[in-house]
C-alpha cells in the first residue's frame, strides 16, 4: 500500500503511524496549511484536555454526510434487484454512526467567511497547522487515522461511491468555500459514542493562535494567558482583517 508513495512521503508514513494511506483518499502534502475555527470554550476546552475531538457525522447539521448522491441511488435502484439495492444503501447509511471526523481548513490565509460562519464578535478563535503535524500528532492513537481533502460533487451526479471513507470524504458542491480537510476515524461498532478524544502533543500541532477580526481587545489578552496556563508556547494573534488602514 505505501509501495505506491514516493520515497519522501514512504519515511513519513512509518514514521507517522496510525496515520494510514489509502488508494481512494487524497492526503494533500505535508507543507499544507490547516485552520481549525472554534469558539473560545472548544479553543479552552482543546488546550486544557490536550485532544482533538472527532464527532460522529450522523451528528452533523447536513443529512447528505457519508450518503449516496441522488443519481447514485437512482442508478442503484434502477439496476439492482430492490432488496439487494436497499440493503447496500443500508450499509453505508448504517456506516455513519461508526465514522468520527475532526474537521479543518486548508489554505494559506485566514478566511473571513469562515470567521462569519462561526460567530461574529463572540469569541471566536483559529489554530493553525499543516497536513504533516496533524499526521504527526495522530501518531500516538491506537486505531488508523486517515487524512483526506474533501471532494466536492454535484448530488445531481453520480460519480461512484463503493467504500464508507470515501463517502466521508466528499460532500455537496454548495460547501466548497469550505476547502475542508478531514482526519477520519472507525470507531468500535460495539462502543457507538458521540464522539472520541484523540491524544495530540498540542505545543506541536499548533503553529499559531488567530483571535477573530470582531474580537475585541480582552478576548486576545485571555487567549495569550490561556496558552501560558498550559505551557503552549505559541504566539497569540488578533486577526486584522477588518482594521481600517490609515
Not at 11 to 22: G, I, Q, V
Not at 98 to 106: D, G, K, P, T
Request: proline fraction near 4%; charge should be positive.
Amino acid at each position: 500500500m505505501a509501495a505506491d508513495l514516493g520515497d519522501w512521503e514512504h519515511k513519513l508514513h512509518n514514521r507517522f503511524m496510525p496515520y494510514e494511506f489509502h488508494p481512494d483518499l487524497t492526503t494533500p502534502p505535508n507543507r499544507t496549511v490547516l485552520w481549525r475555527y472554534m469558539d473560545f470554550a472548544k479553543f479552552v476546552q482543546m488546550i486544557e484536555s490536550r485532544t482533538l475531538w472527532f464527532a460522529r457525522i450522523d451528528q452533523f447539521e447536513d443529512p447528505l454526510e457519508g450518503t449516496h448522491t441522488d443519481a447514485e441511488l437512482a442508478g442503484l435502484r434502477k439496476h439492482l434487484k430492490k432488496t439487494h439495492a436497499q440493503a447496500l444503501i443500508n450499509v453505508f447509511r448504517s456506516g455513519r454512526s461508526e465514522l468520527y471526523v475532526n474537521c479543518w481548513r486548508s489554505g494559506s490565509t485566514e478566511s473571513l467567511a469562515m470567521w462569519d460562519l462561526y460567530g461574529n464578535g463572540s469569541g471566536i478563535v483559529a489554530v493553525k497547522s499543516t497536513v504533516g503535524r496533524l499526521r504527526e500528532a495522530a501518531a500516538t492513537y491506537e486505531r488508523p487515522v486517515y487524512i483526506s481533502k474533501v471532494k466536492y460533487v454535484d448530488w445531481n451526479d453520480a460519480p461512484g461511491l463503493d467504500n464508507v471513507l470515501v463517502a466521508c470524504s466528499r460532500k455537496d458542491v454548495s460547501y466548497q468555500h469550505e476547502y475542508e480537510v478531514r482526519a477520519i476515524v472507525l470507531g468500535d461498532p460495539k462502543k457507538r459514542r458521540l464522539g472520541v478524544r484523540l491524544p495530540v502533543d498540542i505545543s506541536r500541532l499548533i503553529t499559531e493562535v488567530m483571535i477573530g477580526p470582531r474580537e475585541q481587545k480582552w478576548v486576545v489578552r485571555l487567549a495569550e494567558r490561556v496558552v501560558q496556563r498550559y505551557g503552549i508556547q505559541k504566539q497569540v494573534i488578533a486577526s486584522n482583517r477588518l482594521t481600517r488602514r490609515r
